[in-house]
């Protein structure tokens, strides 16, 4: 496994080189930065190779030139990533980083004397001493401190960049930290270690590869800014280790035995208690987020992580009581909270009361939005930390809290809903699982988490009312057409009854006038039915005969004691409703009728036209103005008539426009209207055009 791991590593460095210089992918950017990848990749193969030839001649020149290249190529990584970091200045301690610089040196120069005087005095097959192992456990930890450094100090745009290179080394350094720890321990390495050691080191070069594919120029876009500060993370947790490792090798030192099984059984099912304590319990992950956050990224929250994820949960559709709760737990998972409520107004003039929860128990009571709690909130726009108002109120300007919240269960967190200067209510969040410092970085992020919430809620708010007005419109709406055909109902018996005084001796007369009744007592059935149902009774749209309902307005006409002159009449039909394609053409030509005096002409002529019905209105009335007609005619509330709404023009040209037709009117002042409504013509075919017509 050695010889094939190391020799299966070397050539995957030499193949990784001539990648890059088959594709002209060599590192560009900074001279010193690219030569020492370039050198560290060939170190890496001379070293593999070295140990793939040493183990499989057994030769100890060999053997030798592994450990030289092995140290040779940690000091090529190792200065490849202190040239990566070298414009980062510490803002604590500007010693800090000559510190370091100097403490990698020393690192260095011993481990090459160290391997030097090995390789000279030939013990390179011995085992190391534990002083010989302590030192060349220090580059592979130096190395994974300067991988923490580049990445927690680069910005977002590099770090995409730096990912796959830390990825990489970290697989190196992390498990020759490993390998090195335990020969610490045990007083020699793992041989199972070293085997695998080739095989590990080359799982780098994708990651490199990566790195190399997205930019030539990678290595100059991985420069630091110079207001980085040094963090230490690295070496608390390796010291924690190291530490850990000790005291195994303490045990070992002094009370002996053969424990290495049961040790093994013993961690290995610990750190299965562990992943499932950690799996199972909210409580765990809470605080292994905080501790991520806090000391392996530069800042605590990843925000645009957590502004996609909060915007996506108020997206969700639903109803208003799920869009509260949504907005709650979209607060609380910011802050590691387990639960919440939502304080809005439930009656727009009401006072603030519990509209929504999630995982929070209910609470009874009610908060005025002119209390000196709100006006304290719409005020300042802060997030209230109850447990800092408690120990320290000077800071809250003497807030008194409300007696509901006093007696609520474990409040935590007062965040405010702001859409502009209204305070639209607020979320009161409950304790979290884990302590959680309310620094200014949370308290930002609440903050405008909440506005955005508050906008969306009022969006929410102003999205219902327009739906309530527009169903007020919309009965209003219904209201007019009704209102005005009762008045057209109202006008037509009023004029007949008016008549039947001077014609009641004429049968003609009678016959009209009761056909006038039975159409008006029709028509009011179909208006209760309307008011009743909140929508047109209209039917199912079919073909209309044109004849029919001319007729019946011509006798209309008659019946009002005026006269309608039918031009010309073809039996022409449409689709529509026979109803409503009655008031549409009544209306036109009751219209008609009242704009003319009684020695005038009013006409109706139906005809086909361009494969369409064209019915024409005409009148020698008053007429109308050009300005009228263009802006004012087919709009709702709008008439030449002093006692007239102009909804009966609005309803019939918004019918027609549903058939697919058009209105076209044209009218001068003292000469007359003419309107023509064309619509799509509907025939009934009862032969064939392959049969001869007397055979049909």
Not at 63 to 77: E, G, H, I, Q
Not at 146 to 162: K, S, T, V
Not at 386 to 415: C, E, F, I, K, M
Not at 422 to 428: A, H, K, Q, S
Request: glycine share 8%.
């Amino acid at each position: 496994m050695a010889v094939a791991g190391h020799s299966l590593s070397a050539a995957v460095h030499l193949i990784f080189l001539a990648f890059l210089a088959w594709t002209g992918r060599m590192p560009r950017g900074s001279p010193l930065g690219a030569a020492l990848f370039v050198g560290a990749l060939l170190a890496s193969a001379g070293w593999a190779a070295s140990m793939a030839l040493g183990r499989g001649t057994a030769e100890p020149a060999w053997v030798s030139a592994a450990v030289l290249f092995d140290l040779l190529r940690y000091a090529l990584w190792l200065g490849f990533l202190w040239t990566l970091i070298a414009a980062m200045r510490d803002g604590d301690s500007p010693r800090t980083l000559a510190a370091l610089r100097w403490t990698l040196f020393a690192v260095l120069l011993a481990a090459a004397a160290l391997q030097g005087l090995r390789v000279a005095m030939g013990l390179v097959e011995q085992p190391a001493s534990r002083l010989v192992l302590l030192v060349l456990l220090a580059p592979p930890l130096l190395g994974l401190l300067l991988l923490e450094q580049l990445y927690r100090n680069l910005g977002d745009d590099p770090r995409w960049f730096a990912k796959p290179v830390c990825l990489g080394l970290a697989i190196v350094f992390a498990f020759d930290v490993y390998m090195g720890s335990q020969a610490f321990l045990f007083g020699r390495a793992d041989e199972e270690a070293l085997a695998a050691r080739g095989p590990v080191h080359m799982l780098a070069v994708p990651f490199l590869a990566v790195a190399a594919r997205r930019r030539a120029d990678w290595i100059a876009r991985l420069q630091v800014s110079r207001t980085a500060v040094f963090h230490s993370a690295t070496l608390v947790l390796a010291g924690l280790y190291l530490l850990f490792v000790s005291s195994l090798g303490y045990y070992v030192r002094f009370f002996g035995g053969t424990w290495g099984r049961g040790l093994q059984l013993s961690l290995l099912f610990a750190a299965l208690a562990l992943l499932v304590a950690f799996a199972v319990s909210g409580a765990l992950r809470s605080w292994l987020r905080v501790f991520v956050a806090k000391h392996f990224f530069r800042y605590r929250f990843d925000y645009r992580e957590e502004w996609l994820r909060f915007t996506a949960m108020l997206s969700t559709r639903g109803s208003p009581h799920e869009i509260g709760r949504l907005v709650v737990r979209g607060l609380a998972d910011m802050v590691e909270c387990p639960g919440g409520s939502l304080w809005t107004r439930p009656d727009p003039d009401g006072a603030l009361r519990q509209t929504a929860r999630w995982n929070a128990p209910p609470i009874e009571g009610e908060e005025p939005v002119d209390s000196a709690f709100c006006d304290f909130l719409r005020r300042t726009g802060w997030v209230i930390d109850l447990d800092q108002l408690r120990n320290t109120p000077r800071l809250y300007q003497g807030l008194v809290l409300p007696t509901w919240l006093l007696g609520a269960s474990s409040p935590w967190l007062v965040v405010p809903l702001l859409a502009g200067d209204e305070l639209l209510g607020f979320v009161l969040l409950e304790q979290p699982r884990t302590r959680v410092d309310v620094n200014w970085e949370v308290l930002d992020l609440l903050k405008t988490a909440s506005r955005q919430a508050a906008g969306h809620l009022a969006q929410m708010q102003a999205t219902e009312a327009l739906l309530e007005a527009r169903k007020f419109d919309a009965f209003n709406r219904m209201s007019a057409f009704v209102v005005h055909d009762l008045k057209n109902i109202v006008t037509q018996l009023s004029l007949m009854l008016k008549n039947a005084e001077r014609l009641h001796d004429n049968r003609e007369f009678q016959r009209d006038m009761l056909l006038t009744v039975e159409s008006s007592l029709a028509k009011m059935r179909r208006l209760m039915l309307q008011l009743r149902e909140g929508a047109p009774a209209a039917g199912v749209s079919v073909g209309v005969e044109l004849p029919p309902i001319v007729a019946r307005l011509e006798a209309l006409a008659r019946g009002l004691g005026r006269k309608l002159e039918v031009r010309r009449m073809e039996r022409l039909a449409t689709r529509g409703h026979e109803d409503r394609l009655e008031r549409v053409l009544g209306h036109l030509v009751q219209n008609a009728l009242d704009a003319t005096p009684s020695g005038g002409s009013v006409w109706l002529s139906v005809a086909r036209e361009s494969g369409q019905v064209n019915i024409e209105v005409g009148d020698t009335g008053t007429g109308m103005t050009e300005e009228f007609v263009q802006t004012r005619l087919f709009k709702p509330f709008s008439s030449t008539k002093g006692s007239g709404m102009g909804v009966g023009s609005y309803e019939s040209a918004q019918y027609v426009r549903e058939l697919g037709g058009t209105i076209a009117v044209a009218s001068r002042p003292g000469e007359g209207t003419r309107i023509n409504v064309r619509l799509p013509l509907f025939e009934v075919r009862h032969g064939s055009d392959l049969m001869p017509p007397d055979l049909q």
